[in-house]
């Protein structure tokens, strides 16, 4: 059996794409760097993660983009020959308006290289390219409308693709307005026995998610909705806790079978039903790792139809496997110790590259230095590499040489959500005494506060871990061979989530939180002259 979910932590909106005995799955990245993640299977149960797509700032410039702004919701096909990647810059989140572009990446292999892009359109998010049949290439996004009394999502926009011109041809037309779940978003095109099926997402990304399918036998419709839809939502209904269930994609195996890749969430709590959002907030739902990418396995009606195989339109938990060959993908070390040239590929930025102009692996051989640059609440220039957290329970240590000679100068290990919703163990300066001390502070809603005496530390070295036990984190140090001493208090995991960092006031979102908790390391200099940490390691340990 396959267990979900097939890619655990922050993986939303998976698109899943064959090539040959070759499976790959593309996720969202929003602010972090680089963009668009890829993963690879050939047997459907064991994914590793193979690359990125977008690496170069001419592809994506996300300097000044707020949270869970970026890269929503990639498309990744293959045809004639090359990848096809579509992906949607999101500038802005919140209020009545959305500005969303959308490109086009090409690559002759999945290790590319990727084109620079081709800008495409602005009218909504979450595109993808259809390749059909006659050789011609179909645009679909999701349209968005700003003016006051209309729901924001305003249907599903098909436009032709002119590879050769490399831009949109012909009219542009909307063909499917979506259901009663509303929401409309996520489309994604497929043809079978003379059907174009559309598939899309509604009822939000939250708990009321849904998988909507439609088909018509005219790639422009009209599509006639399946009947007992939604194909597959959680919404209302015991699941084992695998929530949040919609934004999916299809794919079939060269055997013949199909699948659905799926975005879900796994709350902290989870007694359900639940009723949902209630007064503007999630009570009791929090998804820290984020939204998850998970599986489950098509069968097809004599009518034409699709349904989650063994009945109903629950995500399961566990799923018959296709009969693939087994492919098991070597371990990944647990410690990284910064012996080679290239920053690990689980290590990610906001929202600008890695430079050597603000991290090195070269300049002091063995350990990662970090030249300190803007706060935590930056939205521009941030000294912070961190890696997805993948499991309710793990722990993660490093060792940190700092010698700051100011308050302002600060580095250290991080659980980090977003600009507004971390907490930082760090080294620093006492403002009064001027002594080196180690301080916890908590960003809470932007409101900063220190749970904890700081401590004032001896001279050298001083180890730093972060211990998440599934509702709660402590942070610990350790120095001079000392045993690991903890620091304040745990910690509440429900504020690096999605749902602590989603905002409604009166129906609208006020903020939005779209990725999932990251652990890493940090360094800032708010006096301007980057002085540098340097870290000795960086383990990721999933515990029971």
């Not at 170069?56 to 300097?63: A, F, G, N, T, Y």
């Not at 080294?427 to 900063?448: I, M, Q, Y």
């Amino acid at each position: 059996m396959i267990t979900n979910p097939i890619l655990p932590g922050f993986h939303a909106d998976p698109s899943i794409c064959r090539v040959g005995d070759d499976y790959y799955i593309a996720t969202s990245t929003f602010e972090w760097w680089p963009g668009v993640r890829i993963h690879h299977s050939r047997d459907l149960k064991h994914w590793r993660h193979h690359s990125y797509a977008v690496t170069r700032q001419s592809q994506l410039d996300l300097v000044g983009h707020p949270d869970s702004a970026g890269v929503w919701a990639p498309c990744l096909s293959h045809a004639g020959g090359q990848f096809w990647l579509i992906y949607t810059d999101v500038r802005s989140t919140t209020g009545a308006f959305k500005d969303t572009h959308n490109y086009l990446v090409t690559a002759p292999s999945i290790d590319g290289p990727w084109s620079e892009p081709v800008y495409l359109n602005s009218s909504g998010f979450d595109p993808s390219l259809f390749h059909d049949a006659d050789g011609r290439h179909w645009l679909l996004n999701q349209q968005w409308i700003h003016q006051p009394g209309k729901h924001n999502f305003n249907g599903i926009l098909l436009q032709e693709y002119d590879p050769e011109a490399r831009h949109l041809v012909g009219p542009v037309k909307n063909i499917y307005a979506g259901t009663e779940l509303q929401v409309v978003e996520g489309p994604h095109l497929y043809r079978r026995n003379g059907w174009y099926y559309l598939l899309t997402a509604e009822g939000g990304t939250f708990y009321e998610h849904a998988v909507t399918l439609a088909r018509s036998r005219a790639i422009d419709g009209p599509y006639e909705t399946l009947p007992g839809n939604p194909l597959l939502t959680a919404w209302r209904q015991p699941t084992d806790g695998l929530q949040r269930s919609g934004h999916a994609s299809l794919v079939e195996t060269q055997n013949g079978d199909w699948y659905l890749a799926h975005l879900c969430g796994r709350p902290l709590e989870w007694s359900g039903p639940h009723a949902g959002r209630q007064n503007g907030v999630y009570d009791k739902l929090h998804c820290p790792l984020g939204r998850e990418t998970a599986i489950q396995r098509i069968s097809w009606r004599d009518d034409d139809w699709p349904e989650i195989e063994g009945g109903g339109n629950a995500p399961r938990l566990q799923v018959a496997e296709p009969g693939l060959p087994e492919h098991v993908f070597p371990a990944e070390p647990v410690r990284d110790d910064f012996d080679g040239k290239a920053l690990n590929h689980h290590l990610n930025s906001l929202r600008v590259a890695v430079a050597e102009s603000w991290l090195s692996l070269t300049e002091r051989p063995g350990w990662l230095r970090l030249k300190g640059r803007e706060s935590l609440m930056s939205l521009f220039e941030q000294s912070l590499v961190a890696r997805r957290q993948q499991h309710f329970n793990c722990r993660v240590e490093t060792r940190l040489e700092f010698e700051p000679e100011l308050f302002q100068q600060m580095a250290g290990l991080v659980a980090y959500y977003n600009t507004s919703n971390h907490a930082y163990l760090h080294v620093s300066r006492d403002v009064d005494s001027g002594k080196r001390v180690l301080r916890l502070t908590v960003n809470r809603d932007a409101a900063l506060s220190e749970p904890a005496q700081a401590v004032e530390l001896a001279a050298g070295a001083v180890d730093l871990a972060v211990e998440f036990s599934h509702d709660r984190y402590q942070f610990h140090y350790a120095q001079a061979g000392k045993p690991w001493t903890a620091i304040g208090p745990a910690l509440d995991a429900a504020m690096l989530s999605d749902e602590f960092a989603t905002r409604f006031v009166d129906g609208f979102a006020r903020s939005f939180g779209f990725t999932g908790n990251f652990i890493g390391l940090a360094c800032q200099d708010l006096s301007g002259q980057r002085l540098a940490a340097d870290f000795d390691h960086f383990s990721y340990e999933a515990r029971p």
